[in-house]
């Protein structure tokens, strides 16, 4: 179930989706992204990004939650290492025949 949140009215079925990646100080940055509403999904996060190679990326970060049930705050903590592959590059086409 999802409940919208400003700036919408309370109760609408809309909410926003905000991200922001900062730019790169080496291979780092930082990214920041707002899941508006109330809902499992809606949720402020956060990660430390690196990036040693354009193909590979690796993110350290956290989450928490926007709903705050009985003054408890539920949060969470996770890593991701990322590739990125070029699928058709993969491709293993056939040998052209030899010029008779």
């Known amino acids: 179930m999802f409940i919208g949140s400003a700036p919408f009215s309370a109760g609408a079925r809309g909410g926003l989706l905000l ?7 080496g291979p780092f940055n930082l990214v ?3 899941v508006c509403g109330y809902s499992e999904d809606s ?18 970060g956290g989450y928490v939650s926007n709903i705050h049930d009985r003054g408890h705050l539920f949060g969470g903590a996770f890593a991701r290492l ?3 592959v070029d699928v058709p ?3 293993v086409s056939a040998p052209e025949p030899a010029p008779e």
């Open 43 to 60: 949720s402020t996060n956060f990660a430390l990004a690196y990036t040693p190679v354009p193909w590979f990326w690796a993110q350290l």
């Open 32 to 34: 920041l992204d707002q």
């Open 19 to 25: 991200g922001y990646a900062s730019p790169p100080v």
């Open 89 to 91: 590059a993969l491709a």
């Open 82 to 84: 990322s590739v990125m």
